[in-house]
């Protein structure tokens, strides 16, 4: 339990990556679900040390936060940067990743996928 400015706590949960019954393949997005009063947040942190960001599945439930933490270039001394995203805020950096990408396409759950990546 962690305490906030507002004296109300919230319940902090860290999900496995492989859980059971999963197939191998299968990428599970949330790392950590955050439980208030009144919502639970499932929360996805995606790190990069190179010039591109691993595998990021998309986020489309109310709830679903999306958290990039960039190390490139950073000394061990300077703190990354980290950007914070809702599912609306998501869709926009989607929308605009595919309108410079024509060959992008957009899955139900608002991952950005390259289709002829997807078959070799």
């Avoid at 109310?62 to 869709?91: H, N, Q, R, S």
Wanted: positive net charge.
């Amino acid at each position: 339990m962690v305490e906030d400015n507002n004296n109300s706590c919230h319940t902090f949960y860290r999900c496995e990556y492989h859980c059971g019954g999963r197939a191998a393949n299968d990428i599970v997005k949330t790392d950590l679900l955050v439980e208030t009063k009144d919502q639970l947040f499932r929360v996805s942190v995606k790190a990069k040390q190179k010039q591109s960001w691993p595998k990021v599945k998309g986020i489309w439930q109310a709830g679903d936060l999306l958290v990039f933490v960039d190390y490139k270039g950073k000394e061990i001394t300077t703190p990354p940067d980290f950007y914070v995203l809702d599912v609306p805020a998501w869709k926009k950096v989607v929308a605009k990743k595919r309108k410079n990408d024509p060959s992008a396409k957009i899955n139900n759950e608002n991952t950005l996928f390259w289709p002829a990546h997807e078959e070799g």
